[in-house]
C-alpha cells in the first residue's frame, strides 16, 4: 500500500510539472517573437515583438523586416527606445529600426498594428539583434534551428469560431494545471495520527 501510495504522488508530482511546463512563457526560449502567431485574414492586428536578451552583453539595437503582403499602419512609442521606420521608394513601410539599451536578461516588447492580407499565408518576421560589440544575431532561420524567424499563420476565421477554440485549448490547461494542484496539496497534506 505504501508503494502505490508514493507512485500516486510521483503521477500527481509529474502531471502537475508537465502542466506547468506548457504554459511556460515563450521568452525562455531566448528567441525573437512576433505575436499573435495566429491571425485573421484582412484583419487588423495590433502585434507585438519581443526581444529577449539572452548575452551577457546589452542589446542595442533591433530590427525587423515586415513580410509582404502585411501593411505596417502604427507604431506604438517603447520608453528608452528611438524608431526608424524603413520605407520603399512607394512610401510603403517595409522594416523599423529600434535603438536603445536592453541589459542582460531582460526583455522587450515593440508593439505595432498592420492590416493583415486578405488570402490565407504564412508571415515570416525576419529580426536582427545587435549587442554591444556590434555582434549581430540574425532571427531568419528555418523551425527548429538555432536562430528561427517567427511566423504568423494568416487564415480565416471558420463558421465554428477559430479563435474561440483557441482560447478555449487554453483554457483546458489551466484547468488541467489547477485540477494537478489541488490533488497534489489533498496527497500532500498531514494526515491525522492515531494514538
Given amino acids: 500500500m505504501n508503494i502505490q501510495r508514493r507512485s500516486l504522488h510521483l503521477l500527481i508530482l509529474a502531471s502537475a510539472l508537465a502542466s506547468l511546463a506548457s504554459l511556460a512563457p515563450a521568452v525562455a526560449f531566448a528567441h525573437a517573437v512576433v505575436y499573435p502567431k495566429k491571425s485573421a485574414t ?28 502585411v501593411r505596417i499602419t502604427a507604431f506604438e512609442d517603447v520608453p528608452g527606445w528611438q524608431l526608424q521606420i524603413l520605407t520603399d521608394s512607394a512610401k510603403r513601410i517595409v522594416g523599423a529600426v529600434w535603438t536603445g539599451t536592453l541589459a542582460p536578461q531582460r526583455f522587450v516588447e515593440f508593439p505595432f498594428m498592420a492590416a493583415n492580407p486578405k488570402a490565407t499565408t ?8 545587435t549587442y554591444a ?30 479563435t474561440a477554440s483557441v482560447a478555449s485549448g487554453q483554457w ?13 496539496g489533498l496527497v500532500l497534506r498531514p494526515k491525522d495520527r492515531v494514538s
Avoid at 122 to 129: A, D, S
Avoid at 142 to 156: D, E, F, L
Avoid at 172 to 184: G, H, N, P
Fill in 122 to 129: 504564412q508571415l515570416i518576421w525576419p529580426v536582427y539583434q
Fill in 172 to 184: 483546458v490547461q489551466w484547468i488541467a494545471l489547477m485540477l494537478a494542484l489541488v490533488s497534489l
Fill in 133 to 162: 560589440g556590434n555582434e549581430v544575431v540574425d532571427w531568419t532561420g528555418a523551425k527548429g534551428s538555432k536562430t528561427p524567424a517567427s511566423v504568423t499563420s494568416i487564415a480565416p476565421v471558420d463558421s465554428t469560431g477559430a
Fill in 42 to 69: 484582412g484583419a487588423y492586428e495590433r502585434y507585438v515583438l519581443r526581444v529577449p536578451n539572452e548575452k551577457t552583453v546589452a542589446t542595442t539595437r533591433v530590427e525587423i523586416h515586415f513580410p509582404d503582403g
